[in-house]
């Protein structure tokens, strides 16, 4: 069967889909995925097919930043919808019997596989469905209740709907599609979150076709090598912290600074990854390094510094190692509180917060405290245990049956 993966946004959006479509390759599918032109070659590198998106995650950010008003703002981000969806259009047009979607896209790709006749699925990287148990990521946590909570998540797919109904509403009538139709996902329409459940608990409240599988782990790239520097780093000392920021902009100029000088006044060594912000920090202890396997990387080091974002969240607890959260935006808050609530991180230093006080002083408690690392160590042993992208199979083959043989 020829399957689609449609995913958009940053690196950690497209690498845990690199994983799981190599498995469901290895069971007998063809599988293509839809990614940005930047991520081209994180796909082919892993023996999927690459299908092009429109637009420029990085580019993306930088002209909604720097728009004059939150109406410009917004007319960027219309825009870039509607380049998407033409994208969405022509990837599936290339061939599918099945469209696997993430969170971001998944309006524009329910509309395209229904227009198509073919099933979808969601494959989501972080809770995209209303619970009482917790807000939706992205949304703030503070003193909520459970109906607060549900309200909440409504409230988020609310204005998601109305985010997409101008590009949903043009695309209708090429795909041959009536103009008008009730929003959202259907009651059928199932969804595989990409978490483990020792992490974020399905909750109780999800309907049967809402699913918390297991992690999706990117692919190993091929034959790369650790740099010798790296080894010789590494070598030379007690493990390091990692300090990384992933696709966080450069927006925050004191922030190499700050990382250099928490790194000496805690007395740690560090490798520091450069990511989408550029960081430089200059010191005798500090190594400066660009993409690499961050499973690889984390078991070797005594803690891991970033954003939180999902797919680096889910690496250093794969790694069962602690962390220190720096959460930015959108879902960032969500894991980085997730961290603090499983054991394995102190409180999350929101970006705005961050000095080289508060640095050295989250990276000290983190390493000095025993119960951290006990923590991590027992959260690594059960989701390596998991089999995310199994379930994910075993789904693909019931929706394939039909219905009569779900």
């Known amino acids: 069967m020829r399957l689609l993966i449609v995913t958009a946004g940053s690196r950690g959006d497209v690498a845990p889909f690199t994983g799981l479509g190599q498995r469901l390759q290895q069971a007998g599918h063809q599988v293509a995925l839809a990614a940005h032109d930047r991520f081209a070659g994180l796909v082919r590198d892993s023996h999927l097919e690459y299908r092009a998106l429109p637009g420029d995650p990085v580019e993306l950010v930088r002209a909604r930043t720097a728009a004059p008003t939150p109406q410009d703002a917004q007319a960027v981000f219309a825009a870039f919808l509607d380049e998407l969806g033409e994208g969405v259009v022509s990837a599936a047009a290339a061939g599918t019997d099945m469209l696997l979607t993430a969170f971001g896209p998944a309006p524009l790709s329910r509309l395209v596989a229904d227009g198509w006749g073919i099933p ?3 494959v989501y990287l972080a809770p995209g469905f209303p619970t009482r148990e917790f807000p939706p990521p992205g949304w703030p946590a503070e003193h909520s209740s459970a109906a607060d909570n549900l309200n909440a998540g409504r409230e988020l797919v609310t204005r998601t709907e109305a985010l997409y109904a101008g590009v949903l509403r043009r695309l209708r009538p090429r795909l041959g599609l009536p103009a008008a139709e009730a929003p959202g996902p259907r009651d059928d329409w199932h969804i595989c979150h990409g978490y483990s459940p020792a992490v974020v608990p399905r909750p109780a409240d999800w309907p049967a076709n809402v699913h918390v599988t297991g992690y999706w782990w990117p692919a190993a790239p091929p034959q790369w090598r650790p740099p010798d520097l790296l080894l010789d780093f590494l070598q030379a000392g007690p493990p390091p912290v990692f300090v ?9 100029d004191r922030l190499q600074d ?6 000496k006044r805690a007395g740690v060594r560090a490798v ?4 989408w912000a550029e960081l430089a920090p200059a010191g005798d202890d500090v190594l400066l390094v660009g993409e690499l396997p961050h499973d690889w990387l984390f078991p070797q080091t005594a803690a891991v510094v970033h954003h939180a974002g999902a797919g680096t969240t889910a690496a250093g607890l794969r790694a069962g190692v602690p962390a220190v959260p720096v959460p930015v935006l959108v879902d960032q ?3 980085a509180d997730r961290l603090h609530r499983l054991g394995v991180a102190p409180s999350p230093l929101p970006i705005h917060e961050l000095s080289a006080d508060t640095l050295t002083g989250a990276l000290r408690s983190c390493l000095e405290r025993p119960a951290y ?6 959260i690594a042993r059960r989701i390596r245990a998991e089999d995310g992208p199994g379930a994910v199979l075993s789904l693909i083959t019931q929706l394939a049956a039909g219905p009569d043989r779900e």
């Open 373 to 378: 690392q006990a923590r991590a160590t027992e």
């Open 258 to 263: 700050v990382v250099a000088t928490a790194v």
């Open 120 to 122: 979808s699925l969601g």
């Open 244 to 252: 990384g920021f992933g696709s966080m902009t450069a927006a925050h």
């Open 272 to 275: 520091v990854q450069s990511g």
């Open 333 to 335: 808050p969500f894991w």
